[in-house]
């Protein structure tokens, strides 16, 4: 499967962004769909994760800010950030893998998120 994450940009504090990650190649609902993040100097980040089932995983700081979800038709998962922060700034992956929701085999070129302070 290939992916291509697209919908980063700059936006003010408290603003919002939706990222996409558009699948191609296979069907999305065959893979668990993450998101990470990473600034440079710091180590990638868990962001959220879709399981083939639907079920969602976020970590702690963005919880009640991001939502993620998948649309099986458009073979994309998306990335929802509402209440954005300047501590969101960062490079925003996606990623897949058809068995584990934890350890990525496929990834997609990074989608860059500038919030304003």
């Known amino acids: 499967v290939q992916l291509q994450a697209s919908g980063g940009g700059l936006v003010q504090a408290g603003g919002s962004l939706r990222l996409s990650c558009a699948a191609s190649?296979?069907?999305?609902?065959?893979?668990?769909v993450g998101w990470f993040r990473q600034t440079p100097g710091k180590e990638r980040e868990f962001v959220a994760r879709?399981?083939?089932?639907?079920?969602?995983g976020y970590t702690d700081s963005v919880k009640g800010r991001f939502i993620i979800s998948k649309d099986n038709a458009k073979n994309t998962v998306y990335l929802q950030m509402d209440s954005l922060k300047p501590e969101d700034t960062a490079v925003y992956y996606c990623?897949?893998?058809?068995?584990?929701?934890?350890?990525?085999?496929?990834w997609g070129q990074g989608t860059l998120v500038t919030v304003s302070s």
């Open positions: 190649g296979r069907t999305i609902s065959s893979y668990a």
């Open positions: 879709i399981t083939r089932s639907g079920s969602t």
């Open positions: 990623a897949a893998d058809p068995w584990s929701s934890s350890d990525y085999r496929y």
